[in-house]
Structure formats: structure tokens, C-alpha cells
């Protein structure tokens, strides 16, 4: 979440800005695109770790 995110929001910008040949996409996408990233990493590792995983597994004594 953290580590792939900036890293992945400056590509995609660089890349735009390659097409485009405008060097003000690179900081407008990272503005856009590293909060998206983030939320939805924080939102994936939140439900990973509070969702209870049912084996079907019964211990009896």
C-alpha cells in the first residue's frame, strides 16, 4: 500500500506526461492517483486482517 503506491502513481504520471508533453501531469497525477492507491490499500489490509476465516474444521475433546 504504502511502498507500490507512489511509485506507481509517478509512472503512470511520467507516462501521461510523455504522451501529452506536459510536464505538470507528473505532480497532478500523484496528487490524484497516491490517494486513491493508499485508501484502497489501507481499505484491503483492514478487511485482511479483521475478516474471520472459517476453516470447517471442528475440534472435539
Known amino acids: ?4 503506491s507512489p511509485f ?5 504520471g511520467l507516462t501521461y506526461a510523455f504522451i501529452f508533453e ?3 501531469a507528473i505532480p497532478s497525477a ?5 490517494p ?4 484502497t490499500g489501507l481499505i484491503m489490509l483492514l478487511v485482511g486482517v479483521f475478516k474471520k ?4 474444521l471442528f475440534l472435539s475433546d
Open 53 to 56: 476465516k472459517e476453516t470447517g
Open 22 to 24: 506536459d510536464g505538470w
Open 36 to 39: 486513491i492507491g493508499f485508501i
Open 30 to 34: 500523484i496528487l490524484i492517483l497516491f
Open 8 to 12: 506507481l502513481s509517478f509512472t503512470i
Open 1 to 4: 500500500m504504502v511502498a507500490i
